[in-house]
């Protein structure tokens, strides 16, 4: 859901994910400076944040868990500067009880970026391989093909307890309302069902940073991969915007209504 074109939310909204705390949480998280009160030793060198875009999700009770899948494998982006934010609406936690009250937390395969950002991104045979890293997205015709070993490493028992430790290599939280988990799209992430008549509403908020770039997915043209692997551009910076989110998805960014707000891809910082 597009929240930004809800016009009614716009004030609520552009207060939100251009947040202070959020730009701090950001740049603490990408390892800029700042000190323990969050204020940037260097404040000329604030990193530029950019903000991608929202999705709400909304579970009703006995939902399905969404499953295992990177965000990189829906947004042609790379680079170390690159965050989901997960805020939880209400309480989650680790394990999937039939009889909780309480929907179930979003699951990580823990470290699972790190190979995706090892590559030299410096070089255009390290950027290609990086674009080779990709696993199809969870939401597209090939729903996902990932890592079905993450499931076979666990046993149904374990899967229910949300057993962190196992040779899955799970990391999960229990969460309250007001805590956010932050992680780098490359995390291979899913989960989250919900009991009986239990409903679990999320929202993710994605942003990049300056160490950002364009990286081509199978589905891209030989002229656009070449583009995007030879010069390494950043999303958002330079004279044209290299990504847009709304057309990326197949919407028409002109039949938006106007928006005085935060729109998807502005600088937020
Ligand atoms: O909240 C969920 O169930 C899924 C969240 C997710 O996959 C994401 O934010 O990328």
Not at 84 to 105: G, N
Not at 118 to 139: F, K, L
Not at 174 to 193: E, R
Request: proline content about 7%; charged content about 20%.
């Amino acid at each position: 859901m597009n929240l930004n074109l809800n016009l009614k939310a716009q004030e609520e909204y552009s207060k939100l994910v251009a947040h202070p705390a959020l730009l701090r949480l950001l740049e603490s998280l990408w390892g800029y400076n700042t000190n323990k009160a969050g204020i940037s030793s260097q404040p000329n060198k604030k990193p530029s944040i950019y903000y991608v875009g929202e999705q709400l999700f909304m579970k009703e009770g006995d939902a399905a868990p969404v499953t295992w899948h990177t965000d990189t494998a829906d947004l042609p982006m790379a680079g170390l500067d690159v965050a989901t934010l997960w805020i939880p609406l209400e309480p989650t936690t680790r394990a999937l009880q039939e009889d909780s009250s309480f929907p179930q937390t979003l699951e990580f395969v823990k470290g699972s970026h790190r190979n995706f950002i090892q590559p030299d991104d410096g070089t255009v045979e390290g950027r290609t391989e990086i674009s080779h890293m990709v696993y199809d997205s969870a939401y597209g015709p090939n729903r996902g093909l990932a890592p079905l070993e993450v499931e076979a490493a666990r046993s149904d028992k374990e899967r229910m307890r949300g057993t962190q430790g196992t040779a899955a290599n799970i990391l999960s939280f229990d969460t309250q309302v007001g805590d956010i988990v932050a992680f780098h799209w490359a995390t291979f992430h899913g989960g989250g069902a919900t009991p009986v008549s239990v409903r679990r509403r999320t929202m993710a908020l994605r942003y990049v940073g300056p160490r950002c770039f364009m990286s081509p997915r199978s589905t891209h043209s030989p002229e656009q991969r070449e583009k995007w692997l030879k010069s390494k551009i950043h999303p958002y910076e330079g004279p044209e915007p290299a990504f847009q989110l709304i057309p990326y998805f197949g919407g028409d960014e002109k039949e938006s209504p106007a928006n005085s707000g935060v729109a998807y891809g502005d600088r937020v910082q």
